[in-house]
């Protein structure tokens, strides 16, 4: 305390010195004094600035330098990490001879055209395989691995590859003596491949070379490309590659095998078989969606109707859960649409599964197999009642004879669909003699011709009277087909078994009861037996089933008339519009209804939409006999 007292004592007496001194001192001498001390304050003002500049110029440059040493440890890290996960097929230089050398065919010249070869078979091979899928990938391409002079960041990531990474190099010499040259791909410690000719055949020894290559490291997409590139002319050797990948290969791929298989079998051989690879592919690999939509499809061939809607809705999770695991991104959208609309179709929700397959054929691939849709657009037209409409789609996208057998078999298959919603059973008919020539190039369609042809087949010779062949198409069906059940209700109904078209339509109701077609088919032949309390029944349990499935709610619609209850089949009409807004038959029967509630003007709309829609010659008549008699 007392030397704090001392000090202010001290600083009072030298401020009283200053202001004594200022006041003894003369104008001139007080200003020069402010001057001086205005100067000096300025200096240490200006240091102090300059030392805050200096401060903040030195934390600017350690936050840069540690910016700087955070983007190369970054950049470090990235490269370790794609060294790690590397796992690409990488062509070394080839050894060559000095003088094959100084004629331009360098080791490296070599190596790049074996590079260009495969690279070549890789853009042909049509698949929706991810790269990352693979065993042994191209993911951007072959990679060519040319050593260079020097340290670079190239070298550097060539070093941590080799360290860290698991490519597959492929190197190799070529060798010149007296017979000619031979060329040999030394294929990491999977193998080797030699090729031997003259030199003026260099190409043609590369490409086969590039094959043999192209077998050892990606047999399966060796398969696809033999299958597809070819035209089918090698089916045998694809199908004895995936036979091998599929009992040796490494766990990754057989699953994949086995899927190539199935497809391969299907088409060529048989379609029971495939269906049994598809199955243990699935076993191998649960959430590979490929697998189980092949299966899905082909459970749909044989009639399994429950059970393929039931993996269809299977593969659609498994698609958007882990399609980039399996699949090419910008190709998962097609087969998301497809099943969708093969799901919405099963339900009798027709109008979105026409909606899904426009858009599958919308992002279809263009090629082999553009209009891949097609099939599924057109039979949901044709199940809406637009024939003309169904015809005119189909005429406007052909599909290619390149495309793959399953759309063609779509295509084929909506072709009849569009016929007998039409009634043209000759026309169903007629089809059967274009069937045996493509059976002819897919002889594994054989297995399913039974129940996935020979029901339309049996419904058309039926509704031409030809009663006992169509009950010989149908006698060998097997139980749990559902299309063949429901036929065979109906071939029994048009000859007026009424016993057995019941016990019929209880199966085909039993074996899919996701599905409302058997249902409403039950309820319809009800109503033709003038039973329309007992059709109602029907037609109520398949709404329920199919709450969008338009043919339910008109028929209950026609029952609900049949017991002189129009004004209440107005609002089952009215429902039906929602999800068949240009279905012929349901306009002219809400006109009529319209007409026994007497609204008249409201009735005549109504026959005016139908005169332009589709109708069948009986539905024709019916309009012309109403409009002529209350009109």
Same mark, same amino acid.
């Given at each position: ?23 003894? *001192?003369?104008? *001139? &001498?007080?200003?020069?004094?402010? @001057? ?138 070529? /060798? ?5 040259? $031979?060329? !040999? ?9 030699? /090729? ?7 190409? !043609? ?19 696809? %490309? ?14 004895? /590659? ?13 699953? %994949? ?18 269906? $049994? ?30 059970? =393929?809607?039931?993996? &269809? ?10 399609? @980039? ?27 979105? *599964? ?15 197999? +553009? ?50 919603? $039409? ?62 059940? #429901? ?41 033709? #037996? ?25 028929? %209950?619609?026609? +029952? ?13 009409? $009215? ?42 010659? =009986? ?10 008699? #209350?009109?």
């Amino acid at each position: 305390m007392a030397d704090e007292t001392e000090s202010a004592d001290a600083g009072g007496e030298s401020a009283t010195a200053n202001a004594l001194a200022l006041a003894g *001192a003369s104008r *001139a &001498e007080a200003d020069a004094f402010l @001057r001086d001390q205005r100067h000096h304050l300025q200096e240490q003002l200006k240091q102090l600035s300059l030392k805050l500049w200096e401060m903040r110029l030195g934390v600017l440059l350690r936050i840069a330098t540690a910016f700087t040493g955070l983007a190369v440890a970054a950049g470090l890290a990235y490269l370790i990490w794609n060294a790690a996960t590397s796992n690409d097929l990488v062509i070394d230089s080839f050894q060559v001879p000095p003088d094959l050398a100084a004629r331009g065919l360098s080791g490296p010249v070599v190596a790049a055209k074996l590079s260009d070869k495969i690279a070549a078979m890789q853009a042909q091979t049509n698949s929706q395989r991810a790269p990352k899928s693979y065993a042994n990938g191209i993911s951007d391409g072959l990679k060519l691995d040319i050593p260079e002079t020097g340290v670079s960041l190239a070298e550097l990531d060539r070093f941590l590859r080799a360290k860290l990474g698991h490519d597959l190099h492929i190197g190799g010499e070529l /060798v010149l003596d007296e017979k000619g040259i $031979a060329l !040999t791909a030394r294929i990491g410690t999977d193998g080797s491949a030699t /090729v031997a000719g003259a030199p003026a055949d260099m190409d !043609t020894l590369l490409q086969t070379l590039a094959e043999q290559v192209y077998r050892i490291t990606q047999p399966y997409r060796y398969a696809v %490309w033999l299958q597809r590139e070819r035209n089918g002319s090698h089916v045998e050797d694809a199908i004895a /590659v995936l036979k091998d990948l599929a009992a040796g290969g490494p766990a990754k791929e057989r699953a %994949w095998a086995y899927n190539g298989l199935g497809a391969s079998l299907s088409t060529y051989q048989s379609t029971k078989t495939a269906l $049994a690879m598809h199955r243990r592919g699935h076993e191998l690999d649960p959430e590979n969606y490929l697998l189980v939509a092949n299966i899905a499809a082909l459970e749909g061939d044989f009639g399994q109707a429950e059970d =393929s809607l039931r993996d &269809e809705q299977t593969a659609l999770e498994l698609i958007l859960a882990h399609g @980039r695991d399996y699949g090419l991104p910008d190709r998962l959208a097609g087969p998301e649409h497809s099943y969708r609309a093969a799901i919405f179709f099963a339900r009798g929700a027709l109008l979105e *599964a026409a909606d899904e397959a426009r858009k599958f054929m919308a992002v279809a691939l263009a090629g082999a197999t +553009a209009n891949q849709g097609i099939g599924q657009y057109v039979e949901a037209l044709a199940a809406l009642h637009e024939p003309d409409a169904a015809r005119t789609a189909q005429a406007e996208n052909p599909v290619s004879p390149l495309a793959l057998s399953n759309f063609q078999l779509g295509n084929f298959h909506a072709r009849v669909a569009v016929a007998q919603e $039409a009634q043209d059973w000759a026309g169903v008919l007629a089809a059967e003699r274009d069937l045996l020539s493509l059976q002819a190039r897919f002889p594994g369609w054989t297995d399913i011709r039974p129940t996935f042809f020979d029901p339309l087949m049996a419904l058309a010779l039926a509704h031409l009277g030809r009663f006992a062949e169509a009950e010989a198409r149908l006698k060998t069906t097997p139980g749990d087909c559902y299309p063949c059940l #429901r036929a065979r209700a109906q071939v029994a109904a048009l000859q007026g078994q009424d016993g057995r078209a019941d016990f019929w339509f209880a199966r085909a109701a039993a074996v899919a009861p996701s599905s409302p077609y058997a249902e409403t088919e039950w309820g319809r032949a009800l109503l033709e #037996r003038k039973q329309p309390g007992a059709a109602i029944a029907h037609f109520a349990s398949a709404n329920k089933i199919g709450p969008h499935f338009a043919d339910a709610l008109e028929g %209950w619609g026609e +029952a609900l008339m049949a017991q002189n209850q129009s004004h209440l089949a107005l609002a089952k009409f $009215a429902a039906a519009e929602k999800y068949a807004p240009n279905w012929g038959r349901l306009h002219l029967k809400w006109g009529e209804a319209l007409y026994y509630a007497g609204r008249k003007d409201e009735a005549a709309k109504h026959f005016a939409r139908a005169a332009v829609a589709d109708l069948t010659p =009986s539905e024709k008549s019916e309009l012309r006999r109403y409009s002529a008699s #209350r009109i």
